[in-house]
């Protein structure tokens, strides 16, 4: 494969794959390079590129390796990821243990409520059933069942508050 050949095999893929360098690594500096490295590495390969079904899918998948070793590696240590396919979108340690602590309290919280109150509130917000559902099962007008969830519901965000906000002074006055 002669030099033409490789350019009229790259040529319609070319600015996508610079387009992903720079979405993974920001500066148009670096996706140059990227881009620059990934068709270094494409023409080294050249004589088997017929072997490949697409070599559009091979750049792309080649350039999105290399942009990746690059935001790992010592070099792009003032870069950063920003694409959020690759975030962590798990909460802290911290926030884990506060909601199962908040859980819990909702748990206890539910368990003190009148038996209708309880059942609604488990069957609407846990189970996740229709307000009609409910109603025909528990033989309620689903107004009620509505105004009865209502009611659960505030009755437990009072003590949920009550309960995070133990020990604070709310009622604070200024003294001088």
């Known amino acids: ?8 095999i790259i040529s319609p893929f070319k600015d ?7 979405r993974l690594l920001v500066s148009s500096e670096e996706a140059e ?4 490295e990934v068709f270094i590495r494409l023409w080294n390969k050249k004589e088997g590129l017929d072997k490949y079904n697409s070599v559009e899918a091979l750049a792309v998948t080649m350039t999105k390796n290399y942009c990746l070793d690059q935001l790992k590696s010592k070099r792009a240590s003032n870069l950063k990821l920003v694409h959020s396919n690759y975030s962590d979108r798990q909460p802290g340690i911290d926030k884990q243990v506060e909601d199962k602590d908040s859980w819990s309290w909702v748990e206890r919280i539910m368990n003190d409520l009148p038996e209708q109150q309880r059942l609604i509130v488990q ?10 559902e409910i109603a025909q099962a528990l033989e309620m007008n689903e107004t009620a069942v509505r105004v009865a969830l209502s009611r659960a519901r505030k009755m437990i965000k009072e ?3 009550e309960k ?12 001088k």
């Open 123 to 132: 069957m609407r917000d846990v189970e996740e059933y229709d307000f009609s």
């Open 16 to 22: 996508k794959i610079f387009r992903i360098a720079k």
């Open 159 to 161: 003590k949920l508050v």
């Open 1 to 8: 494969m002669n030099q033409q050949e490789f350019l009229n």
């Open 164 to 175: 995070h906000n133990y020990g604070i002074n709310t009622n604070r006055t200024i003294t």
């Open 33 to 36: 390079d990227a881009t620059q």
